[in-house]
């Protein structure tokens, strides 16, 4: 479960592209309606919880509780859930697929050995007691994103600027973490294979740590 601390409360009235949430039923006000499309959304932080699909800070949880609860608001809910089925087992699998690569990444994909002059050229004592002037070193650098490929690119989480130099350094993936997440993911693909129902509340649970994770953006696509 996420901490409290990480949860963020969604309060846009429009989708991320700034265009307006689809309408979900005539019968409900703007908040009712935002709050059904955010709940049923997968990719989204309030995917399947009340919490975070709600409005007030300071009451979300209690509010969202009081909107589920809400007869067509259910149906509603219910209706819509029952079809995206098959898009969640698709977002499941990319989830799968993406952990695999988080999983398994080359560090060498990331970095590259360079060759720089020294400012300073030093002489070093050779084993037969000649002297032999040093003017280059070898260190690593970061390989610029353009030229790094789309699936390592889902392998980094962010970028920090260290030293005086601001020299950039990826932030990649708990490989750790990144199992686990597989391995719920295999949860719950394995009895669906079989023919069994998807457990959505498993499976929202799993979206929202991805999300949570940078595993996926909040357009569920990468």
């Known amino acids: 479960m996420t901490p409290k601390k990480n949860i963020v409360r969604r309060q846009a009235r ?16 703007e908040k009712e309606n935002a709050f059904i499309y955010w709940y049923t959304y997968a990719g989204s932080e309030a995917f399947m919880n009340a919490g975070r699909a709600g409005y007030k800070p300071g009451n979300a949880v209690v509010y969202g509780y009081q909107l589920r609860k809400k007869p067509e608001i259910a149906k509603t809910i219910d209706e819509v859930l029952g079809h995206a089925k098959e898009g969640m087992k698709s977002l499941i699998y990319r989830i799968a697929f993406l952990c695999r690569d988080r999983m398994f990444f080359d560090i060498t994909d990331f970095y590259r050995q360079v060759k720089k002059p020294l400012k300073n050229p030093e002489k070093i004592k050779l084993p037969n007691g000649n002297y032999e002037d040093i003017t280059w070193e070898y260190s690593f650098e970061a390989i610029p994103l353009d030229e790094i490929s789309e699936r390592n690119r889902m392998c980094i989480d962010g970028i920090d600027f260290r030293g005086p130099h601001s020299i950039p350094v990826y932030k990649l993936p708990d490989r750790g973490k990144a199992f686990w997440l597989f391995m719920k993911c295999y949860k719950i693909l394995m009895p669906e294979m079989n023919g069994a129902e998807m457990n959505l509340k498993a499976t929202a649970e799993i979206i929202r740590v991805a999300f949570d994770s940078h595993v996926i953006t909040l357009d569920a696509g990468t």
């Open 14 to 29: 429009t989708l991320p592209d700034g265009s307006p949430i689809p309408k979900m039923g005539k019968e409900f006000n």
